[in-house]
């Protein structure tokens, strides 16, 4: 069984510019989570879909992010215009109601 | 502000002795506690959870205590094995919240040959 698959595995961008990350959860999870950890801190809630409605977004923080979940399947997590506060990796999550199973991440690095 | 706390960065132990690994937290409305394991360049793996109304869980060479009292709880791990090298997270949440951690700095385990 395949699991959370992230694309890409690494993005280096400019400030300014836009990049988009895509998370594929484990089939059939109706539970998708976004989570995020900059350099020196812990890892902090973004948002979590279920099925293709946001559960809850209140750890997104600001609107130059937005995450879509399309179908209810995967989903996409846009960044624009990036910052260089915005490096960091970028993990994602699927679960069926129990334990969460993460992706290997993205790890963004805006210069 | 912090609300979960591991305050060892880094621990190294002998391969064959216990590794014990400590996590405090602030917010007594936490009521369920997960440990996650997480090797470079890969995302955290489940390790073993607890549930506040229990104050040991133990699955294989894993044990998590919990004291709410002192709102603490540590992960031992025993005997220690040189492939469990690796950061260990310690996370909580509420219940209904729909497993939005709060998550640790983590701590970084070498366990040596």
């Known amino acids: 069984e395949a699991g959370v698959t992230q694309f890409p595995s690494h993005s280096v961008i400019e400030k300014g510019q836009t990049v988009t990350l895509r998370c594929d959860p484990i089939s059939g999870h109706d539970n998708l989570y976004w989570y995020r950890r900059v350099m020196g801190k812990e890892i902090k809630f973004l948002l979590h879909f279920v099925k293709e409605s946001k559960q809850d977004e209140s750890g997104m923080p600001n609107n130059r992010f937005l995450a879509e979940r399309t179908g209810g399947t995967y989903s996409t997590l846009k960044v624009q215009p990036a910052e260089l506060e915005d490096s960091g990796v970028y993990f994602c999550?699927?679960?069926?109601?129990?334990?969460?199973?993460f992706g290997s991440g993205t790890q963004l690095s805006v210069l | 502000d912090q609300q979960v706390k591991q305050n060892s960065p880094s621990l190294s132990v002998q391969e064959g002795r216990i590794s014990i690994l400590n996590c405090d937290y602030t917010?007594?409305?936490?009521?369920?506690f997960l440990w996650y394991k997480k090797y470079p360049a890969e995302g955290p793996t489940f390790l073993i959870s607890?549930?506040?109304i229990k104050d040991k869980n133990e699955d294989g060479r894993f044990t998590v205590f919990l004291n709410k009292s002192a709102k603490h709880l540590s992960l031992h791990i025993v005997p220690s094995q040189p492939g469990d090298s690796a950061v260990y997270f310690c996370?909580?949440?509420?219940?209904?919240?729909?497993?939005?951690?709060?998550w640790g700095l983590g701590t970084s385990l070498a366990v040596n040959p």
């Open positions: 607890i549930s506040s």
């Open positions: 917010n007594s409305m936490f009521d369920y």
């Open positions: 999550a699927s679960s069926q109601g129990g334990k969460l199973f």
């Open positions: 996370a909580a949440s509420r219940t209904g919240n729909n497993r939005k951690l709060i």
